[in-house]
């Protein structure tokens, strides 16, 4: 782990303690794979990143709006936390190559299935056929994993954070070899089929209790 990310993780891990008195359910479930691994989360807030990462021993890539690479200081610093520069509007191919060569690589990348931070919360069911290639280019297991209360820390839209207890809730390993195996479906109807799947096994986390609610 570099310094600097080294310093945003160890940052991250105060702010998520001291803010939203943050814990994670399923502790196990974060090493529960060596390797390459995408991890599918729900998406929230701007927090998400920070907060998911910060759960992680090992370091992990995730994704980052292009724009705020436009900015030197911004730029010198998401660089050397693995913040992966991606037009949402219009993703390139290139970025695309670039998650897939990680991941081959044995490296974690952490992936919004989504694809936008949701207005109130709730999640859209609607997985994006994106990370369905990527999975099937890539080969690896999906972690899906859920948040819960960063909507209410620091809400799209707002600029003001403010003090909400948060929950990281990890599922159990998706193994998707015999879909990708099974010649009967074609490579777009995969795609779809395990953005759904990603995005069912996202919704089924809830946490133990009400906390913060």
């Known amino acids: 782990m570099g310094f600097w990310y080294w310093m945003g993780h160890t940052l991250s891990r105060i702010f998520g303690k001291f803010v939203n008195s943050y814990r994670v359910e399923n502790c196990e479930g974060l090493r529960a794979v060596e390797g390459g691994l995408i991890i599918a989360s729900n998406h929230v807030s701007f927090l998400d ?8 021993r090992e370091p992990i890539y995730y ?10 200081v911004a730029n010198f610093i998401l660089q050397r936390v693995r913040a992966l520069p991606v037009d949402q509007q219009k993703p390139e191919l290139s970025i695309l190559k670039k998650i897939i060569q990680l991941l081959r690589s044995d490296e974690k990348v952490l992936i919004f299935p989504e694809g936008e931070r949701s207005w109130d919360g709730n999640l859209n069911m609607d997985g994006q056929p994106g990370v369905g290639m990527i999975v099937a280019k890539s080969k690896v297991p999906v972690l899906p994993v859920r948040l819960f209360g960063p909507e209410k820390s620091l809400p799209r839209g707002s600029k003001k954070i403010r003090r909400h207890p948060v929950t990281l809730v990890v599922g159990e390993p998706i193994d998707f070899s015999e879909l990708l195996d099974d010649k009967a479906v074609g490579a777009k109807e995969k795609y779809q089929i395990i953005a759904d799947r990603i995005m069912e096994s996202i ?7 009400s906390r913060g609610e």
Not at 63 to 72: K, Q
Not at 203 to 209: I, N
């Open 63 to 72: 994704f980052a709006r292009r724009t705020l690479f436009d900015h030197p």
């Open 203 to 209: 919704a089924a986390l809830e946490m133990s209790d």
């Open 49 to 56: 990143p920070p907060l998911i990462g910060a759960a992680f």
